[in-house]
Every structure is written in structure tokens, then in C-alpha cells.
């Protein structure tokens, strides 16, 4: 179980997710917190570019850098910055030789 850890914070968005209080309250000793999928970002991406101008000309690039993300592996997300989003692209982290 150790080794699945890491992979795991690798594969979220450093963003909080937004999280709704249900009505009915939660169950007593559940401690699960939402974790955003690895390419949430990409995704958010391609939204904002649906409502920038003409959607034949700005979704394109977003969703094909979506589309990789989304066929990559964990920790091989596409570098390449984001369209319209204001954050910094994802960075691929060297593996270390100790």
C-alpha cells in the first residue's frame, strides 16, 4: 500500500476541490476528502474556451492537450501551458537515482 501513496498525489490537481455540505450530514468517522482527477485542469481548460470567441477556433488546442492527459499515463501529463487558464502547466518530476 505504501508504494500506491505517492502514485496517488501525483495523479491529483494541487487545487482544493470545492466540497457541498450534504443535508443528510456524514457518516460518523468518515474522514474522506474529494481528490480532483489529474486532468481536471485540462478539462477546466477546455470549458473556459468554449465561451472565448468562436468555439471552432479556440476548443481545439484545449481539448487535444485534454485528450492526452487523459490518455497518458500517470505523471506523463502534457507540459505544454494551459490556453486560458492563469496557472502554471504541470510539471514532470525527475526521478531520482539514490
Known amino acids: 500500500m505504501a508504494s500506491e501513496e505517492p502514485e ?3 495523479m491529483q490537481s494541487p487545487r482544493p476541490v470545492p466540497r457541498r455540505e450534504s443535508p443528510w450530514g456524514r457518516p460518523e468517522g468518515d474522514t474522506r476528502e474529494p481528490k480532483a482527477h489529474r486532468c481536471n485542469d485540462r478539462a477546466e481548460d477546455v470549458i473556459y474556451a468554449c465561451f472565448e470567441g468562436n468555439p471552432f ?3 481545439p488546442g484545449p481539448f487535444k492537450l485534454f485528450w ?4 497518458s499515463k500517470p505523471g506523463e501529463e ?13 510539471k514532470r518530476e525527475e526521478a531520482r537515482l539514490d
Open 8 to 10: 496517488q498525489k501525483r
Open 68 to 71: 492526452k492527459c487523459m490518455f
Open 57 to 59: 477556433q479556440t476548443v
Open 78 to 90: 502534457p507540459t505544454e501551458p494551459f490556453f486560458y487558464l492563469d496557472l502554471d502547466p504541470p
